[in-house]
Each structure stands twice: as structure tokens, then as C-alpha cells.
């Protein structure tokens, strides 16, 4: 059972909008930036999202963060065959002393 | 070019120990916080455990205090993992990653440790 909640599957169209949830606590999303990673199985995950809402240099655009209270919603538009992957959300809890991980969700584009 | 490249991993039975080695390269290395990161077979990310730029502050994910420690060579741009008493359930992937959480985070291709008799 992870900290963070995550939809363990996603699905949509090509061209398509997705978003991709991730809740927590007061001590978790509440109070510390989250960071997003899509990872394909065999290679290394890639930083998608840091600080809640940043994309990182050659990150393009179609992928967004967004954060409510204790949630954190990680946006996808122009759904392409390539995005299919595992998302994860991760975030420092204070309570825990300890980085969290959201479960994944794995995103198919149909 | 930030590399990240782990090594040590293998197969190895049941209550017996094995430590991971992580060589860092293409940035200066002791300015960075590191961590630990495993996948096991068919599961999601998870966080094994933290040390900062400097060793003097560590922090563990409950399933791995006190069997693992995590300790930094800065001298030689080097991150490790000491496993003891290591449990089928520590099979995984296990990845080093530079300051996890943040515009700086970079991973490393990761190696599978197997704890098998």
C-alpha cells in the first residue's frame, strides 16, 4: 500500500487528453513539492515535472503539473504511441522522514 | 555528461549480504544529495534510502533499517549500498538516483540483485 494514490491504469486515444492523479496528506503533497517520472520498462525513469509544475529543458509542453491541497494531477494532451509508459509521482513526507512513491499508473495509448 | 553507473548487483542466497557501488561522473559529485531506488519484479518504485552532499545526514525506507546502509565515497565520486541479511523480497532492480526529488534528478541504469538460494 503506497503513501501516495495513484490509478494503478490509464487509457486513451492518440491525439487524446489524459490525467493522471496522485493523493496524499497534509505531510506528504501537502506541505512538499512532487516530482513526476515516466519510466519504460528496461531503461532509466525520466523527470517529467519537478516542484509541482516545472517541466524540465526538452520536456515539451503537452506534458503539465498541477496541485490542489493534497493532490497533484499530472496532465497529458496529444496523446502518442511513445507516452506509453509507468508514471510515478514522488514527494518528501515530513512525517515519515522518508521519499514517497505514488503505486504507478500505466498509461496505454489505444 | 551526468553518468550514473551502478554495479555489485548478482545472485546471491538468503541471509547473506552484498554491497552496490554507483560511479558518478560528468558533475561534481559532493554537491549532490543520492539515493537508492529499487523496483522488484513486476512491482512499482520504490525508495530504499537517502544520504546527503556531505554523508552526514541518512534516512531509510522502513523495509530495508537496519539491515542496509547507505554511504558516499566523495573522494572517489562514489555512492554504495551495504546489504545485510538480504530476503527474497529485496529482488529487485536497484537504481541510483542524483537528488531524487527536484529539476536535477538523474538516474542510473540500474542492477538487479536477485536473493535467491
Known amino acids: 500500500q503506497s503513501v501516495l494514490t495513484q490509478p494503478p491504469s490509464v487509457s486513451a486515444a492518440p491525439g487524446q487528453k489524459v490525467t493522471i492523479s496522485c493523493s496524499g496528506s497534509?505531510?506528504?503533497?501537502?506541505?512538499?513539492?512532487v516530482s513526476w517520472f515516466q519510466h519504460l520498462p528496461g531503461t532509466a525513469p525520466k523527470l517529467l515535472i519537478y516542484?509541482?509544475?516545472k517541466r524540465p529543458s526538452g520536456i515539451p509542453d503537452r506534458f503539465s503539473g498541477s496541485k490542489s491541497g493534497t493532490s497533484v494531477t499530472l496532465g497529458i494532451t496529444g496523446l502518442q504511441t511513445g507516452d506509453e509508459a509507468d508514471y510515478y509521482c514522488?514527494?518528501?513526507?515530513?512525517?515519515?522522514?522518508?521519499?514517497?512513491f505514488g503505486g504507478g499508473t500505466k498509461l496505454t495509448v489505444l | 555528461q551526468v553518468q550514473l553507473v551502478e554495479s555489485g548487483g548478482g545472485v546471491v542466497p538468503p541471509g547473506r549480504s552484498l554491497r552496490l557501488s554507483c560511479a558518478a561522473s560528468?558533475?561534481?559529485?559532493?554537491?549532490?544529495?543520492m539515493h537508492w531506488v529499487r523496483q522488484a519484479p513486476g512491482k512499482g518504485l520504490e525508495w530504499v534510502a537517502f544520504?546527503?552532499?556531505?554523508?552526514?545526514?541518512?534516512y531509510y525506507a522502513d523495509s530495508v533499517k537496519g539491515r542496509c546502509t547507505i554511504s558516499r565515497d566523495n573522494a572517489k565520486n562514489t555512492l554504495y549500498l551495504q546489504m545485510n541479511s538480504l530476503r527474497p523480497e529485496d529482488t529487485a532492480v536497484y537504481y541510483c538516483?542524483?537528488?531524487?526529488?527536484?529539476?536535477?534528478?538523474?538516474w542510473g541504469q540500474g542492477n538487479l540483485v536477485t536473493v535467491s538460494s
Open positions: 538516483v542524483r537528488d531524487l526529488i527536484g529539476i536535477n534528478a538523474r
Open positions: 560528468g558533475f561534481t559529485f559532493s554537491s549532490y544529495a
Open positions: 544520504i546527503s552532499y556531505d554523508g552526514n545526514s541518512k
Open positions: 497534509s505531510s506528504s503533497l501537502g506541505n512538499n513539492f
Open positions: 516542484d509541482n509544475n
Open positions: 514522488v514527494t518528501w513526507d515530513s512525517s515519515l522522514s522518508a521519499v514517497v
